[in-house]
DNA sequence: CGAACACTTTAGTTTCAACTAAAGTGTCGT
DNA sequence: ACGACACTTTAGTTGAAACTAAAGTGTTCG
């Protein structure tokens, strides 16, 4: 997954960078707001984010500034900004989440089995 | 998969809108067009766009026609005429369509053993 | 130093979208 | 009525993306 579109591909994916369009924010805050999702998951999504180039990063102490990197994302970001600004389109978005949520879209396992192999 | 950004997730499916997009045409003209998948999986795929809103549909005699609706896709027409418009853009889709094609992306199987079971 | 913190990376699992092959549906021409 | 055509639907497979748990990396501070 290379392309920024391709990039933009994941609905979860969209939704972080909705979180960091305005805002600058660190890793943990973006974990905290999604709420339902490790953050590991969190910090492959950004790493993917930043590799696509649609993201910037920033060191700060420990933390790990995140903001989108509008500037890059041409008609891109006119399409995401409309949609967003699109009370229609909330709807849809919130539906997406609930199916990526609730119906097992990728992975939502009731138990798991301990880790058989080993680490690295 | 039931709103607009979802269903234009694929590249596939972009690519089979864009031939859509000015003028109509049958769902064989668009498989032939294609040239490396079923007629069963482009069929699957305009399902998948009218479902979705993005595409109508017109019986002609034994043959259907396509054509985008781009009234009713605002601000992601305009994303997908800039995107297409650009030389950049058409590399992307390439190396995105080359991915799915040649690189295992879904499915692209050597051989296939007898189907076991029966049908419907 | 070493423990706490903030985050990333790795290894492995699961689900699902894109696919194929084949059967099904409807229309036209003879 | 029947065969050819144009397309859709069904049933099943598979590769990869999205995930989890746990280990790893780097920074601050007592």
């Known amino acids: 997954m290379t392309s920024p579109i391709a990039v933009l591909t994941s609905p979860r994916r969209r939704e972080i960078l909705r979180l960091v369009w305005t805002e600058e924010r660190a890793a943990g805050e973006i974990h905290r707001a999604l709420a339902d999702i490790t953050f590991g998951a969190v910090s492959q999504h950004l790493k993917a984010l930043d590799t696509g180039g649609l993201v910037a990063m920033r060191r700060e102490g420990r933390r790990r ?38 119906g097992p879209h990728p992975h939502r396992p009731r138990r798991r089995a301990r880790r058989t192999g080993g680490h690295r």
């Open 65 to 102: 500034l995140y903001r989108a990197r509008r500037e890059a994302l041409g008609p891109v970001a006119s399409m995401l900004e409309s949609l967003w600004s699109d009370a229609l389109y909330r709807l849809t978005l919130r539906a997406e989440l609930e199916e990526s949520r609730r």
